[in-house]
Structures are given as structure tokens and as C-alpha cells.
């Protein structure tokens, strides 16, 4: 292993190979206090004896385990005494090296060997140099990394929404490539990719106009306004659209529109022009709004004849002219007597039986003739041949007789009148009394009780003021105890300080308020 010298044919540039990494070729020239006196090759976790000298951790390894010496400096120089060399380790991170997605990897005579895509810079190949210790950082994020596109062909939801394929399996991901070859991507290497994955390679600033136009990109059915959820790869996409359930067909009534199957079609069909509806017209003369729900006439129209709608069926696009003037419901007039609107279908029924205005002749054969809308009125407060009921049936007469002789009866029969006017306004005294006594005896009872919680309410007030004044007596009774013994405790105080002035020769005075003591 050695520090490899790399030109690039038809310039003077050199490149410094490290046969010791994996494609590692160095821009800037390697300080010769950085080569491993061991391999000649830049140092790889570099230890340092010591002696000073600094070799390979893999050589110190190799050569300080078998000699025991320094490779420079022949020193002493067992294993166990090397540390770490950091600064050396920083020195060589801070050295240029060409980003290896700039290097390729080719057959030569004596085997593989590294080459500097010179070529290649800024179009398929990365010039960039950078730091040893950057050298990852930048090639993760390299533009010329290449990748391969993952995109799996698949379908992801059918049409109902239902899942076919995993989500993971579709996740979208980009895979990156293993290794290098001729062209900077080793193409064998599938990297464990599924079969059915697009497998290409191309480079990450490509990567996404690749993805946007990879047949095995998901995409949506273009019908998915209509309804359709299915999602797949693009490649499956024309397959699909041929066989899609939501796929826009041609009315079958032959309008020329386009509409997809289900809700959509359903929609279409019922504002369709061409699409046959039953008229369903009602007829006029029940239709009509001027006649009130309360009115009488209602009861003429409330029968099957007058509410059968009309049975015609016609193309939706000419059911406004069916109706205008083919329609024997819908089209009408006015009723030249009572003006009501009539359908023409009906003009000679109505004149028949609902006209309000025709005249027929009293059905009880009074001998009146009248219109149909006052022919109620008129039998029930004005035809003479009417039965009705004697005014003085609520005093007992219950004869019933045609309205004409109502009057001949109450005439014949005044003396049977006047004896139930007289037996009723007996009756009525009677009742009269009866309630006045009820009254009295009810008014008689209120009082009563009245007194009666009255002297209860008395009684318990008396008895709490008994209570109460008994209270007040015992309080006095102790109150006047308390003060004997205030007085009595009082005096023999007195006596007592009398008993210590003698004792101390003073005069003990006393006053109203106070009380001092003179020595």
C-alpha cells in the first residue's frame, strides 16, 4: 500500500491516490510528516511512539509488534507505548481530497484500478474538492451521488379505496448505489431492491425529473372526480382507464353527453333533455290555490276523478310544450259562472257537480231554486220544509216539525208552553233555594273553622308569653343572687383592707368611685 501518483491525460494536474482507502484520491500534495514511513501511504488512524515518530495504527501493529522498535528511528518502541496521534490526525483532515463521486473505478492490466473522471467534471462526475474530514458530509449530499430510483410497479388502492399493496412498499424511496463502475454506478448491484422496481440509475440532482416522469410513479385514476380511488403505478394506468367502472360513458338516452357511472350518472339522468318523464300534471280545478282549505267547495273537489294527474309520458325537453298545449290537465280556463279555474278535461263535470254558480232546485222541493254555494245555507236556515226542533225543547217539548209550521205549532200549543214555563220556573226556585241553603251552610262551616284556628293561634300566643315571662323572672331571681354575692364579696374586701391598714398604721379612705390609703 502506497501513496499512488495519478495524471490525467493531456493536462499537467496530479492526483495523489490512497491505496489504502476506499477511492480516496488526494487534491492538495500530502505533507511528507503525514506518510506513514511503514506503507508510504497516508497515515490511517495515526500513532505516534516515544520517540516522536508517528506510523499507521494497522503498521504499528504489524511492524512495532515484531521488531519492537521505531520504523524511523529504530528506537524502542513496544505497542502498549503508542497513543493517539491527534494532531497529525487534524493536520491530515485539513488536506483537499477530490469527492469520489469525480472518481471511477476501471479494468486495468494488472486489475481494477482508480481513475480521475477528468472528463466527466461538472457533467456526470463531481470536481468539487474538499476536506478529508468533510469528505462524507459532501457526498451524502453531492449532486453527482448516484442513486437508484426505487419506485415499485404496483398498484396501491383499487377502486373502491381498498389497499392492494402495502404502503411501505410504495414509500417512494430512492436507494443509493453500493458501488462504482466505469460509469461512477455499479449496475449489478441491485441492493436488494424488489423485482418489480424501476431499478434505474441516475444522479441525485436528476433524481427528481426522473420521479416525475418514472412509468412506475403513483399516480391517481384521472377519473377520480367521478368517484374512483384507484391508485398505481403509471404504467398500469392505461390498463385501468380501459376497465375503470367510473369511466365516463354516453347517456343512454342519447343526449351526447359524457357521464361516468353511479351518483354522477344518476344526476345526469334526472336533468337529462332526452330522458322520458311521466307529465304527472295535476288538474287544474284541485290545483287551484284561491279556493281556502276551510271553504265548502273543498268537499266537491275531494273525490278520485278530480285528483288523477296526468299520465303522458314525454322527452324532459319538451314536457314545457306537452303542457302548454297538449295537456288536458294542465291547461285551463275560468268557470264563466263562478270564475273558478277549471282543466279542459273537466269544463262539463265541473258545470255538472262542483260549480258553485249553477242554480239546482232545493232537495227538499220546497219550491226554491238556488245556487250550488248557497244551497247549504239554504237548507239548513231557510227551506221551509226543513225540520227542526220546537224553541221550548230545553222545557220540554220535544216535537219536531218543518221550519213552515214551526209557527202554526207554537201558536196551537201555547197552553202546553205556558205549563212548562210555569213548571220550569218552579223547578228553578226550587233549585234556586236549595243552592241559597248550601251556601249558607257552606259560608257557616268557612266562619266556623276560622274562629276555630283563630282561638288555636291565641292559645299558643298566650302560652309562648307565659314562657317567655317566666324566663325573665328567673333571670331576675339570678340577677339579684349575683349582686348579694358581689356586695358581700365587696364588703369582706373592705374589711379586710381595714385589717391591713391597722396592721401597716395607715387610714384606708374611701369614696364613691375610689378608694386610697394614707400612711
Request: hydrophobic share 35%.
Amino acid at each position: 500500500m502506497v501513496l499512488k501518483e495519478l495524471g490525467v491525460r493531456g493536462t499537467d494536474t496530479t492526483f495523489h491516490h490512497s491505496t489504502k482507502r476506499d477511492r480516496v484520491v488526494f487534491v492538495d500534495d500530502v505533507p511528507p510528516g503525514l506518510v506513514c514511513p511503514a506503507c508510504r501511504d497516508a497515515f490511517v488512524c495515526p500513532m505516534i511512539a516515544p520517540c516522536g515518530h508517528s506510523v499507521c495504527k494497522a503498521c504499528s501493529e504489524k511492524v512495532n509488534r515484531a521488531t519492537g522498535r521505531c520504523f524511523t528511528c529504530d528506537a524502542p518502541a513496544n505497542p502498549v507505548d503508542l497513543d493517539d496521534d491527534g494532531v497529525s490526525a487534524v493536520e491530515l483532515g485539513d488536506v483537499r481530497a477530490l469527492c469520489r463521486h469525480g472518481v471511477g473505478v476501471r479494468e486495468g492490466e494488472a486489475g481494477p484500478e482508480v481513475y480521475v473522471r477528468h472528463d466527466e467534471f461538472n457533467v456526470t462526475a463531481c470536481s468539487a474538492g474538499v476536506r478529508l474530514r468533510d469528505l462524507e458530509t459532501h457526498e451524502a449530499a453531492c449532486q453527482f451521488r448516484p442513486l437508484r430510483c426505487d419506485l415499485r410497479d404496483v398498484v396501491h388502492r383499487d377502486e373502491d379505496g381498498a389497499v392492494v399493496d402495502d404502503v411501505d412498499a410504495v414509500d417512494n424511496k430512492e436507494n443509493v448505489v453500493d458501488g462504482w463502475g466505469a460509469g461512477g454506478a455499479n449496475d449489478n448491484n441491485n441492493g436488494g431492491y424488489h423485482e418489480d422496481a424501476c431499478g434505474a440509475v441516475c444522479l441525485l440532482r436528476d433524481m427528481p425529473a426522473h420521479r416525475a416522469e418514472c412509468k412506475n410513479r403513483l399516480v391517481n385514476c384521472p377519473f377520480a372526480s367521478a368517484g374512483c380511488e384507484w391508485r398505481g403505478a403509471a404504467r398500469r394506468l392505461s390498463d385501468h382507464r380501459n376497465h375503470c367502472r367510473r369511466q365516463p360513458r354516453e347517456c343512454p338516452n342519447g343526449c351526447g353527453a359524457m357521464v361516468s357511472v353511479g351518483a354522477m350518472m344518476m344526476k345526469h339522468l334526472e336533468r337529462c333533455k332526452l330522458a322520458e318523464v311521466a307529465c304527472d300534471a295535476p288538474d287544474a280545478e284541485w290545483d287551484d290555490a284561491t279556493v281556502p282549505a276551510d271553504d265548502p267547495r273543498r268537499s266537491n273537489l275531494d273525490c278520485a276523478s278530480i285528483r288523477a294527474r296526468c299520465p303522458a309520458v314525454v322527452k324532459r325537453s319538451l314536457l314545457k310544450k306537452h303542457r302548454a298545449e297538449e295537456c288536458a290537465w294542465a291547461r285551463a280556463k275560468r268557470c264563466e259562472r263562478c270564475r273558478a279555474i277549471v282543466s279542459l278535461r273537466s269544463v262539463a263535470e265541473h258545470e255538472k257537480l262542483r260549480c258553485v254558480a249553477a242554480v239546482e232546485p232545493c232537495p227538499l222541493r220546497c219550491g226554491m231554486v238556488v245556487s250550488r254555494g248557497a244551497l247549504d245555507e239554504h237548507v239548513k236556515n231557510l227551506c221551509v220544509r226543513t225540520l227542526v226542533d220546537c224553541p221550548f225543547k230545553s222545557l220540554g217539548c220535544h216535537t219536531t216539525i218543518e221550519r213552515g209550521r214551526l209557527e202554526a205549532h207554537v201558536q196551537h200549543a201555547a197552553g202546553k208552553h205556558a205549563e212548562l214555563v210555569r213548571s220550569g220556573v218552579c223547578n228553578a226556585r226550587e233549585r234556586s233555594v236549595a243552592l241559597g241553603e248550601r251556601v249558607k251552610r257552606h259560608e257557616d262551616e268557612v266562619v266556623a273553622a276560622a274562629r276555630a284556628r283563630d282561638a288555636e293561634t291565641i292559645e299558643f300566643v298566650n302560652a309562648k308569653r307565659a314562657e317567655s315571662m317566666e324566663e325573665l323572672s328567673k333571670a331576675r331571681a339570678h340577677d339579684a343572687a349575683a349582686r348579694k354575692r358581689v356586695a358581700a364579696d365587696a364588703a369582706a374586701l373592705r374589711r379586710a383592707a381595714s385589717d391591713q391598714a391597722k396592721t401597716f398604721r395607715c387610714v384606708l379612705y374611701t369614696g364613691p368611685h375610689t378608694t386610697a390609703i394614707a400612711w
